[in-house]
Nanobody
Framework: QVQLVESGVGLVQAGGSLRLSCAAS????????MGWYRQAPGKERELVAHIFSSGITNYADSVKGRFTISRDNTKNTMYLQMNSLKPEDTAVYYC?????????WGQGTQVTVSS
């Protein structure tokens, strides 16, 4: 079993920055994939970025160049640095880990970007 705890609820103006954190605990395999997803009102949940335990990353086109995903494997913690935020980035952001064959989700954290 794996637990994910997110932090970094934020309200920011367009052009501003926020950093989200996700701490994982429990039985975590050395090889895993962690990621951030988001869901805006009335829309489906979408991938924002993910990062392998090796450090390889992948980003959605909509956030490339603005968001940076990183992780500290010694702390089993993942981060999402969000810069140049836009109103369309407003969503609930979910932390996710693919651990072996099982996927776990965090509780979600609201990010609101005002224009």
């Amino acid at each position: 079993q794996v637990q994910l705890v997110e932090s970094g609820v934020g309200l920011v103006q367009a052009g501003g920055s926020l950093r989200l954190s996700c701490a994982a605990s429990g039985s975590i395999f050395s090889f895993n994939v962690m990621g951030w997803y988001r869901q805006a009102p009335g829309k489906e949940r979408e991938l924002v970025a993910h990062i392998f335990s090796s450090g390889i990353t992948n980003y959605a086109d909509s956030v490339k160049g603005r968001f940076t995903i990183s992780r500290d494997n010694t702390k089993n913690t993942m981060y999402l640095q969000m810069n140049s935020l836009k109103p369309e980035d407003t969503a609930v952001y979910y932390c996710n880990i693919l651990n072996g064959v099982r996927r776990y989700w965090g509780q979600g954290t609201q990010v609101t970007v005002s224009s």
